[in-house]
């Protein structure tokens, strides 16, 4: 545990750092200096801290709590929505249709009156706020539904997949008011700064990767606290911890809001960074790409969630412009490779021997049973 | 079956798919007492734990614990908040925590997240962890991962851990399967210790270890109480002998 | 001229609707005297006006002229040509190959100059009277299913003015089913008409009122200034009609809701036992759907290359070809992928995801990204009317389909000697062991069951949705759902579940649009798996509990 604390330090410093270098090499030296940051890579680098942040929510949940998620995306497409909507507020009278208070799609297909739901976002605080409010209480009433009724396992992570399918349609739809298909774009700027000025650019690159190590600090706090020892307990044996007098729910709840929030915030920063949220943000795969960031850097241990989010995406943005019709071969392997050869994550292979060869037994104590006997036939525990 | 019983299932019935797992079993346990439980396979045994500690609704009857609470009413948790521990067949005890932790976690106190998040361990639960370490021989353990110890050393553990929790009943299922001479003997001390402050119920196959326990026996047949006595008695039953020894 | 006198019936008092009603049928008197006098039905066609002009063609086709085929052919052909200056009976004249012939008679011409003549130009409007026109003169027709289209358009006319040659058509007919046809539309011209008297009327009522469909509605709710028992008669058949419809509209659901549901049947059952019965999360079901989907598209294009003449079978070549691609390509996974995952539900939930994108890719990279064309041999296409329903074939071969493949799913687990052997490895793994199954064969053989199943499905799939290299992903998801919904392990909820889902879905459908449709469905199976995680028809006991 204390060796995961120093890869903890490590990594924030290593974000920290990584983020400030990129802003100063961008912002300080000139164009032609060959060691000039391009204008493009600081967007895509706040890109992938975010990316981490969804991650980190992921792990959250999944590596301590065994709650394996297939719908994360939901809560970061949701705070990616709340921050559109403030951000279509600022556009104002710059829209195509030059409507004060209308956002262009709502002008497009005849609406003459803002939804009551879009009131308040044109205030920050307000929007900040909806960034957190609203995922959560999609998160608790989900969970509280989800857990009090012991689903786990499989199950919960089919109606996790199911929700965020859900909402992807229900996004879809035009008179939900979120721009249906298109979703929302054409920003102009966030708190008075233009999105189209490199500071503002280097700015957000920045506060994501402050969000993103305050997010690491929390969760590393809440994993190291007793009420983390009791959330490993209930991955490990959560009948058991039932019968110690410990609710494995109100736990699992508890941790499952703060992971969506914390994903939630990834997806408001991603959005002004991106230019664009649509639907397809909800997708049911990108969920389960959150997942496969995680089990790359290795599960359960906060910091190779933040890691695997970063190298598969640099991977993915190299691959898919270099080799395009390679990419998701290569993206498809690696979800079998690392399922098959690498269990502990890339974290997993440099925390040293004694973890990894105990990996390599559980493994193998596994592999003896067949399908049916470890099969989830039950539902509940 | 007096108001001192600590436990009594009153004509409790459980049926799975039309199959009677336990039929109007009514059974008393005084306070302080152990009792071993024996039974052929599939008599109700495990079921019957399973209605006691709250993981199974039964079809029909009540469970009065120490004369007043109906634990038909309630889930694991709460039941376990009134005193009773469980002991399972294959030791469960938490993997990726330490010796230490997993007995932290099984000390009573506040079991809600909100304490959990900001709780410091305190002296006394220190001291209290100790101490446990010592009664179940696993002082050099302490900052081992669970996971790492060997299986009666699990067993010993989450006997520790059902300690911790200092129960007024305490539910053992099958305690010294696939246990040394040794340790089965250590264990019949221990489970003597136990029942000084505690009631128990043992759940237990091997006769000889039921006889170096010297108490009452119940025998469970069909999911309903075929006799009871001391070991010598039931030995001597015909219908005992008929259902179960015999064979 | 109609609608004038609706609102004419309906704002004015009593005397002013007798006045207008009075005109109106003075009107259409003189019209229909007009074309009937019979000195020359021919003068109207020419018309400048769209609307006189289609007037004159539809009575030029019930007049029963001889030549009035032959001019209305040319009139939509555009060969027909008037006298372009002002005349009381202006020359008509037929364009053909060689020259001109006089449109009454038929008798060739001598060439009239081109400049007095102007070709009778056809509009809309027009275009819309000519098809009536010659919907009406197939009447003659030595067929009866013409006939019978013919009576349809008629019936759909209502045109008074073609009650004699109804009458004519009604006297020769003998087909049964042409008959009734003709008495409808008898019936519902009577009804237009400003003849007949009020028992004629209603017992013209009384034979659309059998007619329950929603073309009668309309025509009967427009009928405006009858008589009050006529009108009170119409009322309780347009009740009657709407009653009927509503019937009708209920039973269609169920029928689209079923055939949705087969469809989600045939997606679900090969998921049913590697999920079910295996207990593995095989993400990559919805890909050996596409792959089977992908294997008909393949037979088809080798019995097209080389056996033309079978190409009308190709689908049944394709059901077993497409069971061995998918079964063999999943024997294959779960000897190098899923059985080193057991127990691991999870991790094999990621794995397979991780397949089904490289399967995807595989064929996009093989096939394209575009949809392949898949054909339907015709006996797949075409509709079966059942009363009010019009039940498409191929819809109905896949509810047949469907169901078959879940029989002989069934009858495999329960008699076949692989059934068996899966039954048994299932229920205690360690004790088929000892009794001499090679579990390993029987995992590999289990899955690759599922997986040629899944293939099957495809085949049927690709009749009814685009095959593309997406195919699978918009099922996989539904097919889980069932899966969960009907109780992991048991093929009678498969089917239930599926069935319900589909009828569901259908029904809240047209109140709330397609994609609500699904959404709510999802909520609602989100909530139920929530109430009963072990779906609709759980198992009991210790096997729930290992």
Redesign the interface.
């Not at chain 2, 075929?226 to 015999?246: F, K, W």
């Not at chain 3, 309906?10 to 006045?19: C, H, I, L, M, N």
């Given at each position: 545990m204390i060796a995961l604390g120093r890869v903890t330090i490590v990594t924030l410093g290593g974000v920290v750092a990584a983020a400030l270098l990129l802003a100063g090499l961008n912002l300080l030296t000139p164009a032609a200096n060959a060691l000039h940051v391009p204008d493009f890579a600081i967007p895509l680098f706040g890109k992938y801290l975010c990316y981490a942040m969804l991650a980190l929510a992921v792990d959250l949940v999944w590596g301590y709590a065994g709650i394996l998620t297939l719908g994360h995306a939901a809560f970061f497409a949701l705070g990616g929505y709340m921050m559109g909507m403030y951000l279509m507020r600022e556009i104002g009278a710059r829209g195509v249709y030059a409507n004060p208070v209308l956002p262009d799609f709502m002008v497009f297909i005849g609406w003459n009156k803002l939804p009551w739901y879009w009131y308040g976002f044109d205030h920050f605080w307000f929007a900040l706020l909806m960034v957190m409010l609203v995922p959560a209480a999609l998160a608790g009433l989900f969970g509280w539904f989800a857990f009090r009724s012991r689903v786990s396992g499989v199950y919960l992570s089919i109606i996790t997949q199911a929700l965020t399918y859900a909402l992807m349609l229900a996004f879809f739809r035009n008179d939900m008011g979120f721009g249906g298909n298109n979703g929302m774009t054409d920003f102009k700027d966030i708190l008075g700064f233009a999105l189209n000025r490199e500071t503002t650019a280097v700015g957000l690159m920045l506060a994501s990767a402050g969000a993103l190590a305050a997010a690491l600090a929390l969760a590393r706090a809440i994993t190291a606290s007793r009420f983390g020892k009791v959330l490993l307990a209930v991955r490990e044996a959560e009948a058991r911890t039932r019968f110690l007098g410990y609710r494995p729910e109100s736990y699992k709840l508890a941790v499952w809001v703060v992971s969506a929030v914390i994903a939630a915030i990834g997806g408001a920063l991603y959005v002004p960074q991106v230019g664009i949220i649509n639907p397809s943000e909800f997708s049911p795969g990108n969920s389960i790409e959150a997942v496969i960031w995680v089990s790359v850097g290795g599960r359960g241990t906060l910091a190779g969630a933040i890691l695997g989010a970063i190298i598969v995406n640099l991977g993915k943005t190299w691959l898919t412009s270099a080799l395009p019709a390679v990419w998701l071969f290569a993206f498809g392997g690696l979800f079998i490779a690392v399922t098959l050869c690498l269990p502990g994550g890339l974290i997993g292979l440099f925390a040293g021997r004694r973890r990894g060869a105990e990996k390599a037994r559980g493994t193998v104590s596994e592999r003896q049973h067949g399908p049916a006997e470890r099969a989830p036939r039950g539902v509940v525990g | 079956m007096s108001a001192a019983d600590i436990l009594r299932l009153d004509r409790v019935s459980v049926s799975?798919?039309g199959?009677k797992?336990l039929n109007e079993l009514s059974l008393a346990l005084a306070a302080g007492e152990m009792r071993a439980v024996i039974g052929p396979n599939g008599a109700g045994k495990t079921t019957m734990m399973d209605v006691i500690?709250g993981?199974t609704k039964p079809d029909a009857g009540r469970v009065l614990f120490a004369a007043q609470v109906d634990l038909t009413r309630l889930?694991?948790?709460a039941i376990?908040?009134l005193g009773i521990?469980?002991k399972?067949q294959r030791p469960?005890?938490?993997?990726?925590?330490t010796v230490h932790?997993n007995l932290?976690?099984?000390l009573g106190g506040d079991?809600?997240?909100r304490f959990?998040?900001?709780?410091r361990?305190s002296a006394a639960e220190r001291e209290r962890i100790d101490e446990l370490l010592h009664t179940t021989r696993l002082v050099a353990e302490r900052g081992r991962r669970a996971?790492?110890l060997s299986h009666g050393q699990k067993q010993w553990l989450e006997i520790g851990?059902l300690l911790a929790?200092d129960p007024k009943l305490l539910l053992i299922d099958e305690p010294v399967a696939g246990m040394s001479d040794a340790e089965t003997a250590a264990t019949a001390d221990l489970l003597g210790e136990i029942n000084r402050s505690r009631s128990v119920i043992v759940v237990e196959h091997d006769m000889a270890f039921v006889r170096s326990l010297g108490v009452t026996v119940t025998v469970l047949h069909e999911g309903a109480v075929l006799a009871e006595g001391s070991i010598e008695e039931i030995q001597a039953d015909p219908r005992v002998v008929e259902v179960y020894l015999g064979r | 001229m109609d609608r004038l006198r609706c609102a004419g019936g309906r704002r004015r008092g009593r005397g002013a609707r007798w006045v207008v009603g009075a005109v109106a049928i003075a009107l259409v008197v003189g019209l229909s005297a007009i074309a009937h006098a019979g000195e020359d039905p021919f003068s109207a066609i020419a018309a400048l006006s769209a609307d006189v002009e289609s007037r004159g063609i539809a009575a030029l086709a019930v007049s029963g002229n001889p030549r009035a085929a032959a001019v209305i052919a040319a009139l939509r052909e555009g060969k027909l040509y008037a006298w372009k200056w002002p005349r009381p009976d202006p020359p008509l004249y037929i364009r053909t190959a060689t020259g001109f012939v006089d449109a009454r008679s038929g008798a060739a011409v001598a060439a009239p100059p081109l400049l007095n003549l102007r070709r009778v130009i056809v509009s809309d409007t027009v275009r819309a009277a000519i098809d009536t026109a010659a919907g009406t003169l197939e009447l003659a027709s030595a067929s009866a299913t013409v006939r019978l289209k013919a009576a349809e358009t008629l019936f759909q006319a209502a045109d008074p003015g073609a009650l004699p040659l109804i009458d004519k058509a009604l006297a020769a007919e003998r087909d049964r089913q042409v008959l009734r046809a003709l008495r409808q539309a008898q019936a519902a011209a009577l009804l237009k008409s400003a003849t007949g008297s009020t028992a004629e009327r209603l017992a013209a009522v009384g034979t659309l009122a059998e007619r329950a469909d929603l073309s009668t509605r309309n025509l009967l709710s427009s009928l405006a200034g009858q008589p009050p028992a006529v009108a009170a008669a119409i009322a309780a058949a347009i009740g009657d009609i709407d009653f009927k419809l509503k019937l009708w509209g209920v039973a269609e659901n169920v029928y689209y809701g079923l055939s949705l549901g087969a469809v989600l049947l045939l997606a679900a059952s090969g998921l049913a036992i590697s999920f079910g019965v295996m207990g593995v999360i095989n993400m990559a079901h919805g890909e050996m759907v596409m792959i089977g989907a992908y294997t008909t598209f393949v037979v088809q294009q080798l019995i097209a290359a080389f056996a033309p003449a079978l190409s009308d079978l190709g689908l049944l070549v394709a059901i077993p070809a497409a069971f061995l691609t998918a079964g063999a390509l999943g024997v294959a996974v779960e000897r190098l992928l899923i059985r080193f995952l057991y127990g691991r539900p999870l991790e094999t939930l990621l794995a397979t995801w991780g397949l089904s994108l490289i399967l995807q890719q595989a064929v996009r990279s093989i096939f394209g990204p575009t949809n392949q064309d898949v054909g339907s041999p015709p006996w797949m296409s075409g509709a079966v009317q059942l009363g009010g329903l019009t039940l498409t074939v191929n819809r109905l071969w896949i509810v047949l389909f469907a169901g078959l493949v879940l029989a002989a799913l069934m009858a495999i687990l329960r008699w076949g000697g692989l059934g068996r052997s899966i039954r048994a490895v299932t229920q205690n793994r360690r004790m088929a062991a000892v009794m001499g199954i090679r579990t390993p064969l029987i995992d590999a053989l289990t899955f690759g069951l599922g997986s040629g199943i899944a293939g099957m499905a495809g085949v049927a799939l690709s009749q009814i949705d685009n095959v593309s290299p997406n195919l699978g992903q918009g099922y996989i998801i539904d097919s889980f759902l069932v899966v969960v919904l009907g109780g992991v392990g048991n093929l009678w909820g498969t089917l239930f579940a599926a069935m319900s889902l589909g009828v569901v879905d259908k029904f809240v459908e047209p109140f709330e649009g397609a994609v609500l449709a699904k959404i709510l469905v999802l909520v609602f199976l989100i909530l139920f798996i929530q109430r009963r995680p072990q779906g609709l028809f759980p198992l009991k006991g210790r096997a729930a509990e290992a």
């Amino acid at each position: 545990m204390i060796a995961l604390g120093r890869v903890t330090i490590v990594t924030l410093g290593g974000v920290v750092a990584a983020a400030l270098l990129l802003a100063g090499l961008n912002l300080l030296t000139p164009a032609a200096n060959a060691l000039h940051v391009p204008d493009f890579a600081i967007p895509l680098f706040g890109k992938y801290l975010c990316y981490a942040m969804l991650a980190l929510a992921v792990d959250l949940v999944w590596g301590y709590a065994g709650i394996l998620t297939l719908g994360h995306a939901a809560f970061f497409a949701l705070g990616g929505y709340m921050m559109g909507m403030y951000l279509m507020r600022e556009i104002g009278a710059r829209g195509v249709y030059a409507n004060p208070v209308l956002p262009d799609f709502m002008v497009f297909i005849g609406w003459n009156k803002l939804p009551w739901y879009w009131y308040g976002f044109d205030h920050f605080w307000f929007a900040l706020l909806m960034v957190m409010l609203v995922p959560a209480a999609l998160a608790g009433l989900f969970g509280w539904f989800a857990f009090r009724s012991r689903v786990s396992g499989v199950y919960l992570s089919i109606i996790t997949q199911a929700l965020t399918y859900a909402l992807m349609l229900a996004f879809f739809r035009n008179d939900m008011g979120f721009g249906g298909n298109n979703g929302m774009t054409d920003f102009k700027d966030i708190l008075g700064f233009a999105l189209n000025r490199e500071t503002t650019a280097v700015g957000l690159m920045l506060a994501s990767a402050g969000a993103l190590a305050a997010a690491l600090a929390l969760a590393r706090a809440i994993t190291a606290s007793r009420f983390g020892k009791v959330l490993l307990a209930v991955r490990e044996a959560e009948a058991r911890t039932r019968f110690l007098g410990y609710r494995p729910e109100s736990y699992k709840l508890a941790v499952w809001v703060v992971s969506a929030v914390i994903a939630a915030i990834g997806g408001a920063l991603y959005v002004p960074q991106v230019g664009i949220i649509n639907p397809s943000e909800f997708s049911p795969g990108n969920s389960i790409e959150a997942v496969i960031w995680v089990s790359v850097g290795g599960r359960g241990t906060l910091a190779g969630a933040i890691l695997g989010a970063i190298i598969v995406n640099l991977g993915k943005t190299w691959l898919t412009s270099a080799l395009p019709a390679v990419w998701l071969f290569a993206f498809g392997g690696l979800f079998i490779a690392v399922t098959l050869c690498l269990p502990g994550g890339l974290i997993g292979l440099f925390a040293g021997r004694r973890r990894g060869a105990e990996k390599a037994r559980g493994t193998v104590s596994e592999r003896q049973h067949g399908p049916a006997e470890r099969a989830p036939r039950g539902v509940v525990g | 079956m007096s108001a001192a019983d600590i436990l009594r299932l009153d004509r409790v019935s459980v049926s799975f798919d039309g199959f009677k797992a336990l039929n109007e079993l009514s059974l008393a346990l005084a306070a302080g007492e152990m009792r071993a439980v024996i039974g052929p396979n599939g008599a109700g045994k495990t079921t019957m734990m399973d209605v006691i500690t709250g993981k199974t609704k039964p079809d029909a009857g009540r469970v009065l614990f120490a004369a007043q609470v109906d634990l038909t009413r309630l889930d694991e948790p709460a039941i376990a908040g009134l005193g009773i521990g469980r002991k399972f067949q294959r030791p469960t005890v938490f993997e990726p925590l330490t010796v230490h932790d997993n007995l932290l976690l099984a000390l009573g106190g506040d079991r809600s997240p909100r304490f959990a998040l900001w709780a410091r361990e305190s002296a006394a639960e220190r001291e209290r962890i100790d101490e446990l370490l010592h009664t179940t021989r696993l002082v050099a353990e302490r900052g081992r991962r669970a996971a790492e110890l060997s299986h009666g050393q699990k067993q010993w553990l989450e006997i520790g851990m059902l300690l911790a929790q200092d129960p007024k009943l305490l539910l053992i299922d099958e305690p010294v399967a696939g246990m040394s001479d040794a340790e089965t003997a250590a264990t019949a001390d221990l489970l003597g210790e136990i029942n000084r402050s505690r009631s128990v119920i043992v759940v237990e196959h091997d006769m000889a270890f039921v006889r170096s326990l010297g108490v009452t026996v119940t025998v469970l047949h069909e999911g309903a109480v075929l006799a009871e006595g001391s070991i010598e008695e039931i030995q001597a039953d015909p219908r005992v002998v008929e259902v179960y020894l015999g064979r | 001229m109609d609608r004038l006198r609706c609102a004419g019936g309906r704002r004015r008092g009593r005397g002013a609707r007798w006045v207008v009603g009075a005109v109106a049928i003075a009107l259409v008197v003189g019209l229909s005297a007009i074309a009937h006098a019979g000195e020359d039905p021919f003068s109207a066609i020419a018309a400048l006006s769209a609307d006189v002009e289609s007037r004159g063609i539809a009575a030029l086709a019930v007049s029963g002229n001889p030549r009035a085929a032959a001019v209305i052919a040319a009139l939509r052909e555009g060969k027909l040509y008037a006298w372009k200056w002002p005349r009381p009976d202006p020359p008509l004249y037929i364009r053909t190959a060689t020259g001109f012939v006089d449109a009454r008679s038929g008798a060739a011409v001598a060439a009239p100059p081109l400049l007095n003549l102007r070709r009778v130009i056809v509009s809309d409007t027009v275009r819309a009277a000519i098809d009536t026109a010659a919907g009406t003169l197939e009447l003659a027709s030595a067929s009866a299913t013409v006939r019978l289209k013919a009576a349809e358009t008629l019936f759909q006319a209502a045109d008074p003015g073609a009650l004699p040659l109804i009458d004519k058509a009604l006297a020769a007919e003998r087909d049964r089913q042409v008959l009734r046809a003709l008495r409808q539309a008898q019936a519902a011209a009577l009804l237009k008409s400003a003849t007949g008297s009020t028992a004629e009327r209603l017992a013209a009522v009384g034979t659309l009122a059998e007619r329950a469909d929603l073309s009668t509605r309309n025509l009967l709710s427009s009928l405006a200034g009858q008589p009050p028992a006529v009108a009170a008669a119409i009322a309780a058949a347009i009740g009657d009609i709407d009653f009927k419809l509503k019937l009708w509209g209920v039973a269609e659901n169920v029928y689209y809701g079923l055939s949705l549901g087969a469809v989600l049947l045939l997606a679900a059952s090969g998921l049913a036992i590697s999920f079910g019965v295996m207990g593995v999360i095989n993400m990559a079901h919805g890909e050996m759907v596409m792959i089977g989907a992908y294997t008909t598209f393949v037979v088809q294009q080798l019995i097209a290359a080389f056996a033309p003449a079978l190409s009308d079978l190709g689908l049944l070549v394709a059901i077993p070809a497409a069971f061995l691609t998918a079964g063999a390509l999943g024997v294959a996974v779960e000897r190098l992928l899923i059985r080193f995952l057991y127990g691991r539900p999870l991790e094999t939930l990621l794995a397979t995801w991780g397949l089904s994108l490289i399967l995807q890719q595989a064929v996009r990279s093989i096939f394209g990204p575009t949809n392949q064309d898949v054909g339907s041999p015709p006996w797949m296409s075409g509709a079966v009317q059942l009363g009010g329903l019009t039940l498409t074939v191929n819809r109905l071969w896949i509810v047949l389909f469907a169901g078959l493949v879940l029989a002989a799913l069934m009858a495999i687990l329960r008699w076949g000697g692989l059934g068996r052997s899966i039954r048994a490895v299932t229920q205690n793994r360690r004790m088929a062991a000892v009794m001499g199954i090679r579990t390993p064969l029987i995992d590999a053989l289990t899955f690759g069951l599922g997986s040629g199943i899944a293939g099957m499905a495809g085949v049927a799939l690709s009749q009814i949705d685009n095959v593309s290299p997406n195919l699978g992903q918009g099922y996989i998801i539904d097919s889980f759902l069932v899966v969960v919904l009907g109780g992991v392990g048991n093929l009678w909820g498969t089917l239930f579940a599926a069935m319900s889902l589909g009828v569901v879905d259908k029904f809240v459908e047209p109140f709330e649009g397609a994609v609500l449709a699904k959404i709510l469905v999802l909520v609602f199976l989100i909530l139920f798996i929530q109430r009963r995680p072990q779906g609709l028809f759980p198992l009991k006991g210790r096997a729930a509990e290992a």
